[in-house]
């Protein structure tokens, strides 16, 4: 069973505009988040993550938003950039360092 | 970017062969992972070490074994490849000075015929 889901295999934006992806998790022992972006032919790339223990972390145009409660996360892109275009993965860490991951969202941005 | 190298990059073999990869580091991060990706499965761990000689099984193991008997290199092999063994294979590292964020090497592809 999936224990991370990105529900939206797809997200098309207009440039300027605000990208928002989702990731749904079900397991509550996962004790920290990151963000991943992915171009063809190239390995996943670090994006953003945040602790469990936080509600919100930013870093120049991304935000990433956790509601425990919900087991729900979300990346904000704002503004969004023709370069964001990109496969974007969610991850979540178990205890003994082992991750999980999304099965990914392709955002496009339209310039 | 993070010093870490997969070998070969593409790889074609015949069912029931062996089959290594190799994942090679020069940031003496302490673990290192080996992930599959499938379209519609994202990426799935295989294996993960988290030191010399101390290895974990992730969530599709099966059919898999790693070794790390030095801190840079983490060998993953195959062996017997099956068709289902055919994936883009991704080496991580992890434990830097942010120990949670992963650093993915370029992928290896591999095709079992």
């Known amino acids: 069973d999936q224990q991370v889901k990105q529900n939206s295999p797809s997200l098309s934006v207009q440039e300027g505009r605000i990208s928002i992806l989702n990731c749904d998790y079900t397991n509550s022992m996962f004790d920290y988040f990151l963000w991943y972006k992915k171009y063809p032919a190239e390995g996943p790339t670090f994006l953003i993550s945040i602790s469990s223990i936080k509600d919100k972390n930013e870093d120049g145009r991304f935000t990433v938003f956790l509601n425990k409660s919900a087991k729900h996360l979300s990346l904000h892109i704002v503004p969004s950039q023709p370069g964001d275009s990109a496969v974007y993965f969610c991850a979540a860490k178990a205890t003994g360092n082992q991750f999980y991951f999304g099965t990914g969202t392709s955002l496009t941005v339209i310039p | ?113």
């Open chain 2, 1 to 113: 970017d993070a010093g870490i190298t997969q070998s070969p990059r593409h790889k074609v073999t015949e069912t029931g062969t062996p089959v290594t990869l190799r994942c090679h580091q020069t940031e003496n991060h302490r673990y290192m992972y080996w992930y599959r990706q499938d379209p519609g499965h994202g990426l799935r761990l295989i294996h993960y070490s988290y030191g010399v000689k101390d290895t974990d099984k992730g969530e599709v193991s099966d059919g898999y074994s790693v070794s790390r008997s030095k801190t840079e290199d983490f060998l993953l092999t195959l062996e017997s490849a099956t068709s289902s063994q055919t994936s883009v294979y991704f080496c991580a590292i992890s434990g830097g000075t942010t120990i949670y964020e992963q650093y993915f090497g370029p992928g290896t592809r591999l095709t079992v015929t």
